[in-house]
């Protein structure tokens, strides 16, 4: 079956422009999370969403935004874009919870570069 | 937010040996523990979970363990092959949180 699949794969954007990434989960997923990945800090968590409501927030500042439609695919936004954004963001879905044991799978990412 | 930490950021290994990546974390609330393992260019893949409840769990080549007493977690890869090339990542997590992952171990095996 078809994986979690992002895109788009690479974007580069202008400081002050907003941006917005896409994640279609895996057919039957309804949760999804977002994930910022750095060099120095890791994968950081963004948001949850499940059933179209977000369930779980990180600690990102208010230009960091998402949504999911009624097929669970889910879309983040980052508004008014700084070098600082510049990253891999991954998002990864699950059948309900967001554990492996629920197949919690990763997409490939979405690199992000602020110039 | 929590801690999740890998005590070394790169492990070079030789082709065949057994490679060990550590990772502590500080949530002692912490129930279930997955490893992860990223190559370049893709997103993180599962490896192996555990939960709490376990202190040992065996998979392909690999083996976690888990010590709850010093919030210790570790990968054991068994015979190095040049695929297991990567970042490995821990994640910690309890019920009704997200996942908190490490900043990754860079694993590369010489041929």
């Known amino acids: 079956k078809a994986g979690v699949t992002q895109t788009p794969r690479y974007l580069i954007k202008t400081r002050g422009q907003q941006v917005t990434l896409s994640c279609s989960p895996i057919?039957?997923?309804?949760?999804v999370s977002w994930y910022q990945q750095t060099p120095g800090q890791g994968l950081q968590f963004l948001f949850e969403?499940?059933?179209?409501?977000?369930?779980n927030k990180g600690n990102f500042p208010g230009r960091f935004s998402g949504r999911q439609f009624s097929n669970s695919r889910s879309e983040m936004n980052v508004s008014t874009l700084e070098l600082g954004d510049s990253a891999l963001y991954l998002c990864a879905s699950s059948l309900v919870w967001g554990g492996p044991e629920d197949g919690y799978t990763f997409g490939s990412g979405t690199r992000l570069t602020v110039v | 937010g929590e801690n999740v930490g890998l005590h070394l950021p790169t492990l070079s290994v030789q082709e065949g040996d057994n490679s060990i990546i550590n990772c502590a974390y500080s949530n002692s609330a912490s129930d279930y523990f997955i490893w992860y393992k990223q190559e370049s260019g893709k997103g993180p893949q599962f490896i192996i979970d555990i939960r709490s409840n376990m202190d040992k769990r065996q998979g392909q080549r690999v083996t976690v363990l888990l010590n709850k007493t010093v919030k210790h977690l570790s990968l054991q890869i068994a015979a190095t092959q040049p695929g297991d090339s990567a970042v490995y990542f821990c994640a910690e997590t309890h019920p009704g949180n997200q996942f908190y992952f490490g900043t990754g171990t860079s694993l590369t095996v010489i041929p």
């Open positions: 969403y499940f059933s179209e409501t977000q369930r």
């Open positions: 057919s039957g997923h309804r949760s």
